[in-house]
């Protein structure tokens, strides 16, 4: 994690595709999780 944006390794590209469909729901889940806004963006490799 750094300025707000999450890397995260997923090594199988159907998976990375999946995830990037996601990208909203999860960010909003984390922050609500959080109690806070911590990730703006998650970056998928």
């Given amino acids: 994690m750094r300025d707000g944006k999450l890397f995260v390794h997923v090594p199988?590209?159907?998976w990375r595709n999946?995830?990037?469909f996601l990208k909203?729901?999860?960010i909003e889940k984390i922050n609500t999780a959080?109690?806070?806004d911590i990730v703006n963006d998650i970056?998928?490799?």
């Fill in 34 to 36: 959080m109690h806070q």
């Fill in 24 to 26: 909203k729901d999860l």
């Fill in 43 to 45: 970056i998928f490799r």
């Fill in 12 to 14: 199988q590209a159907e």
């Fill in 18 to 20: 999946e995830l990037i």
